[in-house]
């Protein structure tokens, strides 16, 4: 499966943002999707993950109850939608998918999309 994420941007501090991941290739619902970042001079990071039916959902506590991680299987994307930003929310956003649960996805993933940068200004 190929991933592309798309909806980065400059934001103010509060502002809202969604972010999309993309996929081509079979399948695409039979796949566990998460979303992760990394800020210039740190590791890559959690942010949330999505199951393949969309049933469950897990996010780093960063994050919980500002973002919100969905999917839709017809289109063959997921989404990411972030309120409530903050500056330190400021990275490369990358969408990742995976067979494994949606709960092991925080781990790491096989598959990976380009990221798409989001900065929140203060």
């Known amino acids: 499966v190929q991933l592309q994420a798309s909806g980065g941007g400059l934001v103010q501090a509060g502002g809202s943002l969604r972010l999309s991941c993309a996929a081509s290739?079979?399948?695409?619902?039979?796949?566990?999707v998460g979303w992760f970042r990394q800020a210039p001079g740190l590791e890559r990071e959690f942010v949330a993950a999505?199951?393949?039916?969309?049933?469950?959902?897990y996010y780093a506590d960063s994050v919980k109850g500002r973002f919100t991680i969905s999917r839709d299987n017809a289109k063959n994307t997921v989404y990411l939608q972030m309120s409530s930003l903050k500056p330190e929310d400021t990275a490369v956003y990358y969408c990742?998918?995976?067979?494994?649960?949606?709960?092991?996805?925080?781990?790491?993933?096989?598959?990976w999309g380009q990221g798409t940068q989001v900065t929140v200004s203060s």
């Open positions: 990742a998918a995976d067979h494994r649960p949606a709960w092991s996805i925080r781990r790491g993933a096989e598959y």
């Open positions: 999505i199951s393949w039916s969309g049933g469950d959902t």
């Open positions: 290739g079979r399948f695409f619902s039979s796949y566990a």
